[in-house]
């Protein structure tokens, strides 16, 4: 035409199926003009093509243009599953305009396929504009429906009334919801026995139909369901559903007899006496199950109790009082079963919801019994030995078996008490003292035990808690007993006094402060006031005189009785400044003219205390060093050394003491060879009265320097080896020994003054024993050398 579309000459709209030897030809771009209508365009049908078509190519459509002679132009088409993906699915050929299926269809990933078809000119110029191509994917039946899960679950409580929910079961399927090939019914194939259940057709709901659920019978149902497309003649699955019955109480407890007979001890609680079986059918664990057991008749004392057993849900029967075979010796009761849950209407009355439970009670040797315990009493502080405290006495509840009971001490720390074994009668055997650490906020605890003769026998504790009552037995004490205060009245705030007191409230404070009456001087040189319980003021009533003054005061305290006592105040008065305070030391003592205050005072004692300390120290290490020094000398040569020590160990008269000591070891060697008296007797000694001395060989004196030291080192070691003699270094307790002596003095003093000319320079050959002796007395060894 005119426009550049023609008439449709020939229109096959018939869908291009397979099964079809031709494709249709259309004429997309033809435009048809009714009379009196304007001139539009064909809306080309969506065409059908089957899914899962497997002859290829399969030709689908043709489309023309009639602007252009047969090969004058060219057609193409795009879109989806042709430029697009999924790509070649679809293809065309340019010069026929034929449309071919190129792959296998899957409707349920596409279900359509939108393209676009144009025609251009040999040139490539558009002959016609773009036009929409629809191609339908038809749906087969190719898709096996599926249930969401392979196990559905539900509950339902037994007993439920026919109609009653229990689960839904669910199933898809992929094929085209629109069509038979989706429409999905489902079915109950297997339940194992009565048809209980039903379930619908296409909603999946599972439900009760009949009545007789119980769970005691059957707890679970497993069922097998199906589903089928296709309206239930389609493909099909299958899945299972596991259907729980819940349980409810409609099954009361019962005891397995009838009776129970048990035996419980007396005079214990909290033990166990038996147990009481019970049975019930409802789920283990459930309050359905757990059973309550009640006593409803015979303990009207409350002492049995019966708990349930978690485990076994038996009842177990305990004594919570201690039972007392001389009061009953049997017990009857009566006990009840029953579930924490409350029983179901409908459910049967148990035949053994009670049973009888019969305790004979089993006679034992009771611990005698305190008929106060603790028991409690009080007690002076220092109460004398033997002063009662208490009667601690026990009862022996075995009234059916007499016996004697005997009382003592279990914990007495300070071993104060006394217990009379056979009347429990407490006495204090000393004094407390009040400062003992077992004195707990004024109490002392003892324990006493109580105990019958029988075989084995039983003991009682009893506590006996005594406390000690506070007595006034001290003053109150100055605390400090000194000071100092101005001595003028207008200068300073006084002299502040405290008290204290070793007793305890109430025989403490308020203390109260007084001048001593006996002195009534005092009154008119100085005040006293109260300032508070503890605490009094002293003051000068005129201008005091500086210097350290020796008061008296009157303390009292405000016990029953009171204790009252007089004690020094030392009172320094000095000169104060203008704050009140004393004037430093010096400033003073200058100010003052007179009086040294207390503190100087000690100072002062202090430091001659001190240097006549250090003199005596001087003298006493002076006096060893000279005993030291003497004891080291020698008398010149013909003061010979002994070979005999003397035993100064018991009160002898000294040298005048001839039954003591033997004289002769004292005199000179030469003396004793002509009196012809024997040499080296050995002394008596007191300390071995059984023994006497062995006689010793006399020695021979040494005639030179040279064997001076052999001979003493000799004379050194017969006496150390002589048990009849102290050894060399024993410590001597020295006595009067008389005046004078026949034997040379070695003191160092008298020797210097009598052997001025002696010569010593023999001391260096007598050993190293003498070295320092030779030193002290001797001429150095380079001297004497240079003398030879």
């Not at 229990?166 to 079915?187: G, H, I, K, M, Q």
């Not at 048990?262 to 909290?270: D, F, I, K």
């Not at 000694?685 to 005639?703: E, G, I, K």
Request: negative net charge; glycine residues 8%; contains cysteine.
């Amino acid at each position: 035409g005119d426009g550049g579309f023609s008439l449709l000459q020939s229109l096959c709209l018939s869908v291009g199926v397979p099964g079809l030897r031709r494709p249709h030809t259309l004429y997309p771009w033809h435009r048809v003009l009714a009379p009196g209508r304007v001139r539009r365009a064909w809306v080309i049908p969506p065409i059908s093509v089957s899914e899962n078509h497997k002859r290829l190519p399969f030709p689908l459509v043709q489309i023309k243009s009639d602007k252009q002679q047969l090969g004058g132009i060219i057609y193409s088409i795009q879109g989806p599953g042709v430029d697009e993906e999924p790509r070649g699915i679809f293809s065309i050929d340019k010069f026929t305009g034929k449309v071919s299926l190129n792959a296998v269809l899957d409707r349920e990933k596409t279900d359509r396929f939108r393209l676009r078809a144009f025609a251009l000119d040999l040139g490539g110029s558009t002959l016609e504009e773009p036009t929409d191509l629809e191609i339908v994917v038809v749906d087969q039946n190719d898709n096996r429906p599926v249930f969401r899960q392979e196990v559905f679950t539900g509950q339902v409580l037994e007993g439920a009334v026919p109609g009653t929910y229990v689960t839904r079961a669910e199933a898809t399927d992929a094929d085209d919801p629109e069509t038979d090939n989706a429409a999905l019914r489902y079915s109950i194939l297997e339940q194992g026995g009565p048809q209980l259940f039903s379930i619908d057709p296409h909603t999946g709901e599972i439900r009760t139909v009949q009545v007789g659920l119980d769970r005691e019978v059957v707890a679970v149902y497993n069922l097998t369901l199906q589903v089928a497309d296709m309206s239930g003649d389609g493909l099909t699955a299958t899945a299972s559903a596991i259907i729980t019955l819940e349980d409810v109480n409609d099954n009361a407890p019962e005891f397995t007899r009838g009776q129970f007979f048990l035996e419980a001890t007396e005079a214990v609680s909290g033990v166990d006496v038996g147990r009481l079986e019970v049975e019930d059918r409802d789920l283990p664990g459930s309050p359905n199950w757990v059973a309550r057991f009640t006593i409803l008749e015979g303990d009207p004392d409350g002492q049995f109790a019966i708990r349930t057993d978690p485990k076994t849900n038996e009842g177990v029967l305990s004594v919570v009082k201690p039972l007392d075979y001389e009061s009953r010796e049997r017990y009857d009761l009566k006990v009840a079963a029953q579930n924490e849950a409350p029983l179901q209407a409908a459910a049967p009355r148990a035949e053994r919801g009670q049973a009888r439970v019969s305790v004979q009670v089993r006679d034992v040797n009771e611990a005698p019994v305190f008929q106060q315990n603790p028991l409690r009493t009080s007690l002076a502080e220092g109460a004398a030995p033997g002063t009662p405290v208490a009667t601690f006495s026990a009862r022996d509840p075995d009234t059916q078996q007499p016996q004697r009971l005997s009382y003592s001490k279990d914990y007495d720390p300070e071993d104060w008490l006394q217990v009379d074994g056979a009347t429990g009668r407490v006495q204090t055997q000393r004094v407390l003292s009040p400062a003992s650490p077992f004195l707990k906020d004024g109490w002392y605890r003892a324990i006493i035990l109580a105990r019958d003769d029988a075989s084995p026998p039983s003991t009682a504790t009893g506590t006996l808690s005594v406390e000690i009552l506070e007595v006034n037995d001290h003053a109150p004490e100055l605390s400090p007993p000194w000071g100092s205060l101005c001595s003028t009245p207008e200068q300073g705030s006084g002299l502040l006094l405290g008290a204290t007191d070793e007793d305890l409230p109430p025989h403490g404070a308020p203390f109260h402060f007084q001048l001593s009456p006996r002195l009534p001087e005092l009154a008119r040189n100085w005040s006293l006031s109260q300032v508070n319980v503890s605490h009094a003021r002293l003051r000068p009533r005129l201008q005091v005189q500086e210097g350290l003054h020796r008061l008296s005061l009157l303390l009292g305290d405000s016990g029953q009785p009171p204790q009252q006592r007089e004690q020094p105040l030392n009172v320094t008065v000095c000169r104060c400044g203008l704050d009140g305070a004393c004037l430093p030391g010096a400033a003073a003592l200058r100010a003052g003219g007179a009086g040294v205050s207390l503190g100087a005072l000690v100072i002062v004692l202090a430091s001659v205390i001190l240097l006549l300390l250090l003199a005596l120290l001087v003298a006493l290490l002076v006096r060893c060093r000279q005993r030291s020094c003497d004891k080291r000398l020698l008398h010149g040569l013909q003061d010979d050394l002994r070979d005999n020590i003397l035993n100064y160990d018991e009160q002898g008269g000294g040298e005048e003491d001839q039954d003591a000591y033997d004289m002769d070891q004292l005199r000179h060697p030469a003396e004793l060879a002509a009196l012809g008296a024997p040499l080296g007797r050995p002394s008596l000694r007191r300390d071995a009265p059984f023994s006497r001395p062995h006689p010793q060989a006399p020695r021979v004196l040494p005639t030179s320097p040279s064997d001076i030291a052999d001979f003493i080192n000799e004379g050194l070691e017969a006496v150390d080896s002589d048990p009849a003699v102290p050894p060399y270094d024993t410590a001597l307790i020295y006595d009067y020994e008389g005046d004078g002596s026949v034997a040379g003095t070695l003191s160092s003093i008298l020797s210097s003054l009598g052997d001025e000319d002696a010569d010593y320079s023999c001391l260096w050959d007598w050993g190293p024993r003498f070295a320092r002796l030779a030193d002290l007395y001797g001429p150095r060894e380079g001297t004497r050398e240079e003398a030879f």
